[in-house]
């Protein structure tokens, strides 16, 4: 069985004419939710008749998304989402990997089948058959740090109790208008964002990319995002750290209805909280992992603490181990395609504190501290939080492992950050640093993407391949400090 289904059959029982689900083609209430759900279902069952063989996904955010999603849970079929930034040797890579018998994409021609007024093409894919974990309902690309993710085979069971969790946390009120700004083909959003709204009974409403300001993803138009949440009346959202600061910079645009901006996928320095709330964003950190099922911790209005991920919640077992990494116990993801299957808990080689009323802290990764030439140990992630609270920039990444001072790739928030500009808002970075991690030398650098493979689609930093893309380019801007 599954919550989110059933608690969408109760939602067309108790209030079938609610609006469920909206995008640009129109609205739906939870009964007519359900009908469609049960029609794309049938036809899927008839389309993709090997059912052993996952169906991978590759749809923009869409009302389309959300059923094709809910229909493959409901015939206990694998899917694997593609966000639809993934490039096609990505897409590739993850349908071969997964061995998925289909694609869902938008019809170029004639449509194989219609949803809500999409048009599908489902094409057959000539894949090699590939062992997939019992009990798989999703294989999630979304996450990890290295060059080639690995697929995250998940349950229902574990995405549905973290939603639920996430309900518990945060209470059904909190539902509202939810409008999402990341990808349905990121876990975070799909996990957190469409199915909590769903059993919580609130409306998810997808607005067109372009309206978003994210016709282009990689430099998005913060003004128009920041317009649509208010005229969408968006009472919740997730962003990742880089859009939360976009955001930030437009606090002339008031956005009356926000009640909750969850933001999640890199660490976060305490100062950017505060200073998002004071530009009018009601945001609240949180931690989690794809092999976590997405969340593992995340703050809320009634257990708050700024600078740290918030209380673990209910689902989730956090301890932390004598060398300072964080282990998440409890019912965990199932195991990676083609490696044997996982028991225990995850070792998510964070480093992360617990303080005594519960809070986690991250600190940075384990298997990312710099060890200068010194013998000082620096956790990146800390002095990078530390430039990203300067807003003449919108990405960075700290070097320096065996050198005698740290230096930085340093991506400008606007055309308008020059040398100088970003020189002296690295001196004002360092200041805040103690003289062993402050940023000797640095380099301005186009944006890193996950199209490009220098970033997840959670942004999170892939430090290898950034290390080899930029290793003839030594940061070379001089500072003062």
Same mark, same amino acid.
């Given at each position: 069985?599954?919550?989110?289904?059933?608690?969408?059959?109760?939602h067309?029982?108790?209030?079938?004419?609610?609006?469920?689900?909206?995008?640009?083609?129109? +609205?739906? /209430?939870?009964? &007519?939710l359900?009908?469609?759900?049960?029609?794309?279902?049938?036809?899927?069952?008839?389309?993709? &008749?090997?059912g052993r063989?996952?169906? *991978?996904?590759k749809?923009?955010?869409?009302?389309?998304?959300?059923?094709?999603?809910? *229909?493959?849970?409901?015939?206990?079929?694998?899917?694997?989402?593609?966000?639809?930034?993934?490039?096609?040797?990505?897409?590739?890579?993850?349908?071969?990997?997964?061995?998925?018998?289909?694609?869902?994409?938008?019809?170029?021609?004639?449509?194989?089948?219609?949803?809500?007024?999409?048009?599908?093409?489902?094409?057959?894919?000539? +894949?090699?058959?590939?062992?997939?974990?019992?009990?798989?309902?999703?294989?999630?690309?979304?996450?990890?740090?290295?060059s *080639?993710?690995?697929?995250?085979?998940?349950?229902?069971? $574990?995405q @549905?109790?973290?939603?639920?969790?996430?309900?518990?946390r945060?209470?059904?009120?909190?539902?509202?208008?939810?409008?999402?700004?990341?990808?349905?083909?990121?876990?975070?959003?799909?996990?957190?964002?469409?199915?909590?709204?769903?059993?919580?009974?609130?409306?998810?409403?997808?607005? &067109?990319?372009?309206?978003?300001?994210?016709?282009?993803?990689f430099?998005?138009?913060?003004a128009?995002?920041?317009?649509?949440l208010?005229?969408?009346?968006?009472?919740? !959202?997730?962003?990742?750290?880089?859009?939360l600061?976009?955001?930030?910079?437009?606090?002339d645009?008031?956005?009356?209805?926000?009640r909750?901006?969850?933001?999640?996928?890199?660490?976060?320095?305490?100062?950017?909280?505060?200073?998002?709330?004071?530009?009018?964003?009601?945001?609240?950190?949180?931690?989690?992992? +794809?092999?976590?099922g997405?969340?593992? *911790?995340?703050?809320?209005?009634?257990?708050?603490?700024?600078?740290?991920?918030?209380?673990?919640?209910?689902?989730?077992?956090?301890?932390?181990?004598?060398?300072?990494?964080?282990?998440?116990?409890?019912?965990?993801?199932?195991?990676y395609?083609?490696?044997?299957?996982?028991?225990?808990?995850?070792?998510?080689?964070?480093?992360?504190?617990?303080?005594?009323?519960?809070?986690l /802290?991250?600190?940075?990764?384990?298997?990312?501290?710099?060890? !200068?030439?010194?013998?000082?140990?620096?956790?990146p @992630?800390?002095?990078?939080?530390?430039?990203?609270l300067?807003?003449?920039?919108?990405q960075?990444?700290?070097?320096?492992d065996?050198?005698?001072?740290?230096?930085? $790739?340093?991506?400008?928030s606007?055309?308008?950050?020059?040398?100088?500009?970003?020189?002296?808002?690295?001196?004002?970075?360092? @200041?805040?640093?103690?003289?062993?991690?402050?940023?000797?030398?640095?380099?301005?650098?186009?944006?890193? !993407?996950?199209?490009?493979?220098?970033? +997840?689609?959670n942004g999170?930093?892939?430090?290898?391949?950034?290390?080899?893309?930029?290793?003839?380019?030594?940061? &070379?801007?001089?500072?003062? /400090?």
């Amino acid at each position: 069985m599954s919550r989110v289904l059933d608690a969408i059959a109760k939602h067309a029982a108790d209030k079938p004419d609610a609006v469920a689900l909206s995008d640009d083609t129109g +609205t739906w /209430s939870f009964a &007519e939710l359900g009908i469609a759900v049960a029609e794309a279902a049938r036809s899927l069952t008839d389309l993709c &008749e090997d059912g052993r063989r996952p169906v *991978a996904v590759k749809l923009p955010n869409s009302a389309a998304w959300v059923i094709i999603d809910l *229909a493959l849970l409901s015939i206990g079929r694998v899917s694997v989402p593609l966000a639809d930034f993934y490039s096609d040797d990505q897409v590739a890579a993850a349908m071969a990997d997964s061995g998925a018998g289909w694609i869902i994409e938008p019809a170029d021609d004639l449509p194989v089948l219609r949803v809500l007024g999409h048009a599908l093409s489902v094409r057959k894919l000539n +894949t090699d058959d590939v062992s997939i974990h019992a009990g798989t309902a999703k294989i999630s690309y979304t996450s990890g740090s290295t060059s *080639a993710p690995k697929g995250v085979c998940l349950s229902v069971a $574990l995405q @549905e109790q973290v939603a639920a969790s996430i309900v518990e946390r945060f209470g059904a009120g909190y539902a509202g208008i939810h409008v999402p700004v990341l990808s349905l083909g990121v876990l975070l959003e799909n996990v957190a964002g469409l199915y909590p709204v769903l059993l919580a009974g609130g409306h998810y409403k997808i607005v &067109e990319t372009g309206s978003l300001g994210l016709s282009n993803p990689f430099r998005p138009d913060f003004a128009a995002m920041r317009s649509a949440l208010a005229a969408n009346n968006a009472s919740s !959202t997730i962003l990742v750290p880089e859009l939360l600061r976009g955001l930030m910079s437009r606090p002339d645009i008031p956005v009356p209805d926000l009640r909750l901006v969850a933001v999640g996928g890199s660490k976060m320095a305490p100062g950017l909280v505060v200073a998002a709330r004071a530009s009018g964003l009601p945001v609240y950190e949180g931690y989690g992992l +794809t092999e976590c099922g997405s969340v593992v *911790a995340v703050n809320a209005p009634a257990g708050d603490r700024p600078g740290t991920c918030g209380v673990p919640l209910s689902h989730a077992n956090v301890s932390i181990a004598a060398d300072g990494e964080v282990i998440v116990g409890g019912q965990m993801f199932l195991g990676y395609v083609g490696q044997p299957a996982h028991e225990g808990a995850v070792h998510t080689g964070d480093l992360g504190e617990v303080d005594a009323d519960g809070f986690l /802290s991250i600190v940075g990764r384990k298997k990312n501290v710099i060890i !200068t030439s010194f013998g000082r140990n620096v956790s990146p @992630e800390w002095v990078e939080s530390e430039l990203l609270l300067q807003r003449e920039f919108a990405q960075a990444i700290v070097l320096g492992d065996g050198e005698a001072r740290l230096s930085a $790739l340093l991506v400008p928030s606007s055309v308008d950050v020059n040398g100088p500009a970003a020189s002296a808002a690295v001196d004002r970075a360092n @200041e805040r640093l103690p003289a062993y991690a402050r940023i000797g030398s640095f380099r301005l650098v186009p944006p890193l !993407t996950p199209a490009s493979g220098l970033v +997840t689609a959670n942004g999170r930093p892939r430090r290898d391949a950034i290390a080899q893309a930029f290793r003839s380019l030594i940061p &070379e801007g001089e500072t003062a /400090s």
